[in-house]
């Protein structure tokens, strides 16, 4: 059988260069080879202060960059996650065999509490509810930007609990981690991840940028007072970063392009590393502008639709399993 891919994105605001490079890019390629399903995470962007309105634009939005981006909705599904009921359905049976000492070690729900997200339950239990999202379809590979790793490592936990306990239900998933710009860093601390949350705007590109914001941020990139482009992430982690970011959007290594930008400056390279990321983002823009709100609703309605006839199937089987037969 055609391996399965699972990977989820949260419409919690513009699509960043980090998202792109880190998970999104992947999402377009696997499309070739393999049983794509995308999700919406709305479920999951509930679990942080909201406005409902602003969530459901943002999930249309989110939606319509992920077309734009290359998400084929004829290759791939392509939906939110409260259109199938199975994603918290599930997450309720794996939440009844998590142990709370893994839960506490979980170092998203430790970072966003102490940069002053207010805690709730289901922010605790976010990657219960990323586990059920991934084993809820079978998946077998998970494309995701190097933070979560961890969250993979619980969903692989989880999986072998409960095939251990109720028999082999599900395949037990793995990451699909790019090699470089795994983890895109912040433009104004290049120690801290580029985020969508960062009050900051300085520190993120937006997929839909205009060039010259992309170039305005990129020139204005923290980085250090040596000259020199060398890849350094414990003394350099501004050039670092940006060497990473060009590489993964010109396809050239890291060494090369220390051996072309080495001894030019700052200044020539930031600009090669804006020409690059122009060019990668450029034609997502002008496909986006040609989308319409109500063919990408089409889109998840559809979808949605036939996600939820497909988790229907595997939650009967989870379900029997775990002693919830229907009657
Ligand atoms: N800086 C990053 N570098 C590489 N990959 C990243 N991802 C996120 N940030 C980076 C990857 O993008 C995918 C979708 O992420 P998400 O929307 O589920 O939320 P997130 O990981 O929490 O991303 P943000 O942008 O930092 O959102 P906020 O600020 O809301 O928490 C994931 O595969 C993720 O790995």
Redesign the pocket.
Known sequence: MQQKIF????P??NI?L??Y????RNWVKLQDEYDTIYCI?DL?AMT?EYDPDELERNRVDTAKVLLALGVDPDRSLLYTQSQVPGHAELAWILGTMMPMGVLNRMT?FKE?TAGGTASNLGLYSYPVLMAADILLHHANLV??????RQHIEVTRDLAERFNNKFGDTFPIPEGYIPET?????SFTDPTT??????PQVKSRISVLDDPDVIRKRIRSAVTDSDPEVRYDVAEKPGIANLLEIMSACSGDSIDVLVDEYGSGGYGAFKDAVADAVIAEVEPVKNRYKALNNGDVRNVLRSSGIRANESALGYMDEARRATGLKGY
Do not use: E, F, I, Y
């Open positions: 990977s989820g994105v949260q919690t605001g960043h980090g998202n490079l880190g998970a999104l995470v999951h942080v998203q966003k494309p995701v930007g190097d933070d979560q710009s795994a983890r895109v860093m991840k580029m985020s969508k949350s960062d």
